[in-house]
Structure formats: structure tokens, C-alpha cells
T-cell receptor
Framework: SAVISQKPSRDICQRGTSLTIQCQVD?????MFWYRQQPGQSLTLIATANQGSEATYESGFVIDKFPISRPNLTFSTLTVSNMSPEDSSIYLC?????????????FGPGTRLTVL | QKEVEQDPGPLSVPEGAIVSLNCTYS??????FMWYRQYSRKGPELLMYTYSSGNKEDGRFTAQVDKSSKYISLFIRDSQPSDSATYLCAMSRRGSTLGRLYFGRGTQLTVWP
């Protein structure tokens, strides 16, 4: 597998502001994803971060609210725009490395966001 | 109906107990079944994965998949306080291990000494 780091690890933000979360992988990965994890809920996929092109968003998530960049095979950013308290959550970056028998999806430590 | 259902618990057991964690699912296209462990304030880490039906054992952990019942289980033998974490089941579709995972809500487990 590989190691993923995220910055910031946590933040407290004011309503109406934006926050950009960075995701760095220590080696090249085939796929990168962004998930949201709300208390007591399952991980919800926000989007697939595509290298060099626009991200692919899941139903209920839009680019204007969650713009994503992936300039290369080891780095991606997620911006949470015009935040409201409903955006308070843990945001997780994940990556997939192709293996011989199984393509493991591994996760970063998460960014804990609180919006006041 | 959610595609993956998992009882969130919490589950509290004494050290040495056998723990059984379960998920049910509705989509027959799921072919890969994973269990992730998530410690507090950490990201999920892959514990085990199983392809299609059957059992898989790794030390104190055994994963079972019953596709006919759309039911998967994780058993932890001789549970330890260090096993205290949230356990998430996850699944992916046939031919799609490079794609999205579908997660259960996670079961919070506490093993007390």
C-alpha cells in the first residue's frame, strides 16, 4: 500500500468561507477519491479525482460546492466552498494502487471540519 | 433501502470474548467484500478482503461471506483491548476494484480488560 497525508488535520471555520484540503500520497496511485464521513453515518463518496481533468461527482455533490483538483498522480485538493454548519464533517482522501491479486483502497487520516 | 446495512452498536465485550460483526447488502453485483478498522481520529485501514463467497482467516480474524443470503461477517477471536475501534464493512461491484466502495455505517467495538 502507500501512505496518505492530509492537511489540515482539523479546522474550525466561519459560515460562508471556503477551506481547501490537501491530500498527498507517498507514491503514484491509479485512482484517488474524496469521501465525507458524518457522525454515525457511513462513508459517502463525494467524487473521483481524475488526473488532469475534471472530477467525477456522485449524486448530490456538485463542482461549485466541492471543486477538486488532481494535477498529478500523487496529489489532490478538495475545496469546501461557501460553508454552512451542515458541512461539518470528516473529509477523507483515498487512493488505489493496483496489486497483483487485489487493488487495495487505502485512506488518509481525515480532515475534521467544524463550521460555526 | 441502503445498499449496505450495518448495526452501529455500540458493542462492548470483555477481553478474550469472541466478537461477531455483521453486514447485509441488497446489490447482488457486489463481488468483493472488505472489512476496515478505524481507530478514533484515524482513517480506515484495510483489515481483510474476501472475493465472492466463503471464509478467510487471518490470525484472530475470520471473514465470512454468504452471497445467497447477502450477509457478511467478521469474527474476532480472543479479543483484545487494542481491538477497540470502529469496524466498517465495504463492498465493490464485480470487475470494479478500481472503483468506488460502498460502506456500512460502522460498528463501534469496545473491548474492556
Amino acid at each position: 500500500s502507500a501512505v496518505i497525508s492530509q492537511k489540515p488535520s482539523r479546522d474550525i471555520c466561519q459560515r460562508g468561507t471556503s477551506l481547501t484540503i490537501q491530500c498527498q500520497v507517498d507514491s503514484q496511485v491509479t485512482m484517488m477519491f474524496w469521501y465525507r464521513q458524518q457522525p454515525g453515518q457511513s462513508l459517502t463518496l463525494i467524487a473521483t479525482a481524475n488526473q488532469g481533468s475534471e472530477a467525477t461527482y456522485e449524486s448530490g455533490f456538485v463542482i461549485d460546492k466541492f471543486p477538486i483538483s488532481r494535477p498529478n498522480l500523487t496529489f489532490s485538493t478538495l475545496t469546501v466552498s461557501n460553508m454552512s454548519p451542515e458541512d461539518s464533517s470528516i473529509y477523507l482522501c483515498s487512493g488505489i494502487k493496483q496489486g497483483n491479486t487485489y487493488n487495495e483502497q487505502f485512506f488518509g487520516p481525515g480532515t475534521r471540519l467544524t463550521v460555526l | 433501502q441502503k445498499e449496505v446495512e450495518q448495526d452501529p452498536g455500540p458493542l462492548s465485550v470483555p477481553e478474550g470474548a469472541i466478537v461477531s460483526l455483521n453486514c447485509t447488502y441488497s446489490n447482488s453485483a457486489f463481488q468483493y467484500f472488505m472489512w476496515y478498522r478505524q481507530y478514533s481520529r484515524k482513517g480506515p485501514e484495510l483489515l481483510m478482503y474476501t472475493y465472492s463467497s466463503g471464509n478467510k482467516e487471518d490470525g484472530r480474524f475470520t471473514a465470512q461471506v454468504d452471497k445467497s443470503s447477502k450477509y457478511i461477517s467478521l469474527f474476532i477471536r480472543d479479543s483484545q483491548p487494542s481491538d477497540s475501534a470502529t469496524y466498517l464493512c465495504a463492498m465493490s461491484r464485480r470487475g470494479s476494484t478500481l472503483g468506488r466502495l460502498y460502506f456500512g455505517r460502522g460498528t463501534q467495538l469496545t473491548v474492556w480488560p
